[in-house]
């Protein structure tokens, strides 16, 4: 009896961590001063070749306002070219460029991106981590019908599934199109799987694919493939 009434505690314990692992929500909880860094990989093909390039993003909450948005800080690090196997030199590259876009509380920008690279095209990549603000269990599907408040040309549709939620992690895919600049003839796709912790919302791996990216600086997209995994401190 004695053994059982020991081990009662820790099976209560247990149940109430499961009941708490079959739903997820995105709120990024912002703090100023508190962000995420991510190391960030993109492969495509381009007429010169095939390119790979890597970099390090980090974000850092300037200011909270009191809706739960956030003026989020942006800058690129350590980004490296390759073309065909080959290093490439590209200007600017090292200068950790930095952008400051309003963010809502799952960390959709609330204004279109400008130039995370300052002329470098990468500024479809603010689309790559696409969430809903809600409470989402395993299984569930939920519609993605985002507007830009300060664009409303600027939109975001689809859908996000939770594949399924297991040790502490949230497997999260999404499929939605994004029309990312009024002149953009047809929206860009986008498939992304991601693995988010459940504790604390952060996304700790993402894998897909870009189609249909619009033209950069007059070279044309056909796909890129994208990685990213999150930099614990």
Same mark, same amino acid.
């Given at each position: ?166 040790? /502490? !992690?949230?497997?999260? %895919?999404?499929?939605? &199109?994004?029309? #990312?600049?009024? =002149?953009?003839?047809?929206? *860009? ?18 894998? /897909? !694919?870009?189609?249909? %990216?619009?033209?950069? &600086?007059?070279? #044309?997209?056909? =796909?890129?493939?994208?990685? *990213? ?5």
């Amino acid at each position: 009896m004695r053994s059982l009434l020991k081990l009662m505690p820790l099976a209560l314990f247990t149940c109430a961590y499961a009941a708490t692992q079959d739903s997820i929500t995105f709120d990024q909880n912002w703090k100023v001063g508190g962000g995420d860094t991510q190391r960030i990989g993109m492969a495509m093909t381009l007429p010169v070749g095939d390119v790979v390039v890597t970099m390090v993003s980090t974000q850092k909450a300037l200011k909270v306002h009191e809706n739960g948005d956030a003026d989020v800080e942006t800058s690129l690090a350590d980004m490296v070219v390759l073309l065909n196997g080959n290093k490439m030199d590209v200007p600017g590259a090292g200068s950790s460029p930095r952008t400051v876009t309003r963010m809502n509380r799952v960390g959709m920008p609330l204004e279109r991106p400008q130039s995370a690279g300052r002329g470098m095209g990468l500024e479809f990549i603010a689309f790559a981590c696409v969430v809903v603000d809600k409470k989402m269990k395993a299984g569930e599907v939920a519609t993605i019908d985002y507007a830009s408040s300060a664009e409303p040309k600027v939109r975001i549709k689809g859908v996000t599934t939770i594949e399924s939620i297991a040790d /502490g !992690t949230a497997k999260v %895919v999404g499929r939605y &199109q994004v029309w #990312a600049d009024p =002149a953009d003839e047809k929206p *860009m796709q986008v498939a992304m799987t991601h693995w988010i912790r459940v504790s604390d919302s952060k996304f700790m791996k993402s894998e /897909g !694919t870009f189609t249909d %990216v619009p033209s950069q &600086q007059g070279i #044309a997209i056909s =796909a890129v493939q994208y990685t *990213m995994e999150l930099i614990e401190k």
